[in-house]
């Protein structure tokens, strides 16, 4: 693999090396040499999968061109691929495919299908993050807005910063406060729940809709993203892949968040971010 390679890249070379054999994300995450966690996330948020999701799509997509090869039967296919019965493979593979195994089998084609080729990072994802600050930080409060997320999708998250700031100006509260976005309740699919909101002062009374999360004393790795806020994926892509694992970190399971002060302009979507991942110590 090469000490180069990042933790995506990585952990595709384990999936496709690991196609015709049995293996669980635990074995992935011990292969990589990082939790199930940090695993996850940066897999999910680089590709848009789950590790296992990905793993499941590749396999059925070599069984299809298996099927339509002719070369083997179907239970012998099923078997190869870590299926335990025909029935359960026919399963999967119908509904992922629409048809059943015997259909492709017959044809001869996988031209009615959609298929996973093998995914093949590039560099143009990893962006210039200088090294992290490492900072302890005692438990603290944000109040907010929140919604239901997952790593592949993040389309609603910017919503909700709008709602933030009618929010704001409805209740009277100063927009130039600091503010932060908070991942927390994250699983091992990657879905988590997305808190936009401020860390409030004891008099300060929450509008109607507000949710409160409670963040433990942790100790951080601090990222600081610099550029337009559009491009923040560049920097969180890059911090998991490559910056936390050349700096020897490892992600600890609790709510990371991001940090927006007065160095970002929220009206041209430009300045500076802080991102806090909490790391294992």
């Known amino acids: 693999m090469g000490i180069a390679m990042n933790l995506t890249d990585k952990l595709l070379w384990q999936i496709e090396n690991h196609l015709f054999k049995p293996i669980t994300l635990g074995d992935l995450a011990q292969h990589c040499a990082v939790s199930k966690f940090h695993m996850v996330r940066s897999f999910r948020q680089s590709t848009g999968f789950a590790p296992m999701t ?3 799509v590749r396999r059925l997509t070599e069984a299809a061109q298996l099927l339509a090869a002719g070369e083997q039967d179907i ?4 078997l190869d691929l870590q299926y335990q019965s025909h029935e359960a493979f026919t399963r999967a593979f119908s ?8 259909a492709i089998r017959r044809a001869r084609s996988t031209q009615t299908l959609s298929l996973t080729r093998p995914l093949h990072m590039t560099q143009n994802m990893i962006t210039d993050l200088a090294p992290p600050q490492i900072q302890d930080r005692p438990a603290f409060r944000v109040t907010g807005l929140g919604i239901d997320s997952t790593v592949e999708d993040t389309s609603n998250i910017p919503p909700l910063w709008q709602s933030l700031a009618r929010a704001f100006q409805t209740n009277d509260i100063d927009p130039n406060i600091c503010t932060y976005g908070v991942c927390t309740d994250t699983n091992d699919v990657g879905n988590f729940r997305y808190v936009a909101g401020l860390e409030p002062k004891r008099d300060f009374s929450a509008p109607k809709g507000f949710e409160t999360v409670d963040i433990p004393a942790n100790t951080y790795a601090v990222f600081t993203h610099k550029g337009h806020i559009a491009d923040i994926g560049k920097s969180t892509y890059t911090l998991w892949n ?3 694992p050349e700096a020897g970190l490892t992600a600890k399971f609790a709510p990371s968040f991001e940090r927006y002060d007065s160095r970002f302009d929220p009206v041209s979507g430009r300045g500076e971010v802080e991102i806090w991942v909490p790391i294992e110590t």
Do not use: E, H, N
């Open 95 to 102: 509904a992922q495919f629409g048809v059943q195994p015997i």
């Open 75 to 78: 239970l012998g296919i099923a």
């Open 242 to 244: 490559k910056s936390l």
């Open 54 to 56: 990905y793993l499941r």
